[in-house]
């Protein structure tokens, strides 16, 4: 199929307004136009072939294209493409889904509530927190622990929820009154000088009990955490931060809720992160992205057995009144039966642990390079950080935009990173192969030398 990309660019720079669209930029130059897709590779509509290491948007776990998922969607599609999921009414794929995700999740995570994509289970778990909270009596128990530079999503809970300053523009409102942010665990750039990982930890726990004490516990309703920070730049927390964080929160009676809408089906090799990789298990998950691989947008929340007892107490009168139309959208569940089975069926999960490491330790080596501050990530949850500095860390003006730049030559070179500000940031599918790693280091080096050129001839570096 050909397509006029010229006419496409004008009837999208018309009337298409872009998530986090920077006007000014896309005014002059529009957005490139994606055609097909197939496995790790998306093709333009010039054709242009490209190695997508950012797996679209964290989401592209088993690959492009793959014709099983398109037949499974259009068998629900024909069998029954929608069913109202309200009150009492359930559809075949939203129940079998529902019992996979309890059979996969740790603990006692059996009960699923579903929704459109990440935010809006995060928004979900938020207003299951309040009433979770008035249903046992607490009602002042509210207030919401995250974290500065984290992210949980752009519904208006979801955003005040979150915590990157750029994604806090003073255009837009925030509920500022009941969320509260705290440190982030980045060793590299909040450390005081000479102080251990350990003291490090330590620092960010008292930071946590301080605000408990703060706004007193009897208030502090639930903390919401990424296990592995993503859009705030791939921050792998220090040893043991995480279970610390929680062991906080069981003390003070505050719900932990993980979002693992990155790092849930496969993205470190687990299908769940917070007890494989970190040791312990949250009272809720949020999920969506590599739970259909993008198949179709699909959110949920997992929930604990011990939280739906409280919801579920006899003879209340309750309602839970709160939930999506296409909530279990039977199509959309059909995709993430049909996606998780193709994880299991071919060992997806064991291809992150072999491929992941050596994807960490060949971009590693990135770090000789003289803008290269930091490589770091875990598995297949990958970042660059750039500085002008390798020794004081400074890093370039944000004008610069020294990400974009280093990704517009990886472009040019057939290789998608995602920008963000002085990062180039990588989660490729689980499918990668150590072939596509040395792909993706090798261009990827080549990028930066290329942008390391301009820099000197520009005399922005010595
Ligand atoms: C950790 C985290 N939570 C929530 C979201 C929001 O998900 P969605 O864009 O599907 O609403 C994202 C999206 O990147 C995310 O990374």
Redesign the pocket.
């Known amino acids: 199929m050909s397509h006029d990309t010229q006419t496409i660019n004008r009837l999208d720079k018309d009337h298409h307004l872009h998530?986090w669209q920077i006007f000014d930029v896309f005014r002059d130059e529009g957005a490139l136009p994606i055609a097909r897709g197939e496995g790790c590779y998306i093709i333009d509509s010039d054709g242009n072939k490209y190695f997508d290491a950012v797996g679209g948007?964290?989401?592209n776990n088993i690959g492009l294209g793959r014709k099983e998922m398109a037949e499974a969607i259009a068998e629900q599609a024909l069998q029954m493409s929608y069913a109202s999921p309200f009150v009492d009414l359930t559809n075949i794929p939203a129940a079998k889904l529902a019992a996979k995700l309890a059979e996969l999740a740790p603990g006692d995570l059996n009960r699923v509530f579903f929704t459109?994509?990440?935010?809006?289970?995060?928004d979900t778990a938020l207003r299951m927190i309040h009433y979770y909270q008035n249903c046992r009596g607490k009602p002042d128990k509210k207030h919401i622990i995250s974290r500065i530079n984290?992210?949980?999503?752009?519904?208006y809970a979801?955003m005040s929820i979150?915590g990157k300053p750029g994604d806090h523009p003073p255009e837009f409102d925030y509920i500022s009154d009941t969320i509260h942010h705290l440190g982030y665990p980045n060793y590299y750039r909040c450390a005081a000088p000479g102080m251990s990982e350990a003291e490090f930890v330590d620092s960010l726990v008292q930071e946590f009990e301080d605000k408990i004490t703060e706004l007193g516990s009897d208030k502090v309703a639930a903390y919401f955490a990424?296990p592995i920070?993503?859009?705030g730049g791939v921050i792998v927390p220090p040893e043991g931060y995480n279970k610390r964080m929680y062991e906080v929160c069981q003390r003070h009676d505050i719900l932990y809720v993980a979002?693992?809408?990155?790092?849930a089906f496969g993205r470190l090799g687990h299908w769940f992160a917070s007890e494989a990789e970190f040791g312990f298990v949250p009272d809720m998950i949020?999920c969506?992205?590599g739970l259909s691989s993008g198949y179709q947008?699909l959110?949920a929340l997992l929930f604990s057995d011990t939280i739906w007892a409280v919801l579920d107490a006899a003879d209340s009168g309750r309602c839970f009144a709160h939930g999506f139309t296409y909530s279990g959208h039977p199509v959309a569940c059909a995709a993430a039966l049909k996606n998780i089975e193709i994880m299991e069926r071919e060992r997806l999960l064991d291809n992150v642990k072999e491929v992941g490491p050596y994807l960490e330790q060949q971009l590693k080596t990135l770090e000789d390079l003289p803008i290269v501050g930091q490589v770091r990530g875990r598995k297949l949850m990958v970042c660059v950080e750039y500085v002008k500095d390798k020794a004081t860390k400074a890093l370039f003006d944000e004008e610069l935009d020294i990400g974009k730049r280093v990704s517009n030559h990886a472009d040019a070179l057939g290789l998608i990173t995602r920008a963000i500000v002085h990062l180039n940031v990588m989660s490729p599918p689980l499918t990668m192969s150590r072939e596509d790693v040395d792909f993706v280091v090798s261009t990827l080096r080549q990028a930066i030398e290329l942008t390391i050129a301009d820099l000197k001839a520009e005399g922005l570096l010595d």
Do not use: I, N, Q
């Open positions: 998530p948007l964290w989401c459109c994509g990440g935010s809006t289970a995060v984290s992210y949980h999503g752009s519904t979801a979150g990424e920070m993503g859009a979002d693992e809408v990155v790092t949020t969506a992205k947008p959110g």
